[in-house]
């Protein structure tokens, strides 16, 4: 049996879903995590990087990624 494939990029309305934040504070959460990890702007955030971030559980973190 195959994997499903989930998606692997945090975007602001995962992490309002997530952390019940607003827009803006999310899209701060997400500048934070890509200077922090020392990424480029056009670089994306994954949910395990989000994870890590955050201290929140990996998989817990995917149950919240809606396609």
Request: hydrophobic share 35%; charged share 30%.
């Amino acid at each position: 049996m195959t994997k499903a494939l989930t998606r692997l990029c945090i975007y602001p309305k995962d992490v309002q879903r997530i952390t019940g934040k607003s827009e803006k504070s999310s899209r701060r959460i997400l500048q934070n995590i890509k200077g922090v990890l020392g990424k480029k702007e056009h670089q994306f955030i994954t949910s395990e990087e989000f994870a890590i971030y955050t201290g929140i559980d990996a998989n817990l973190v995917r149950e919240y990624l809606v396609d």
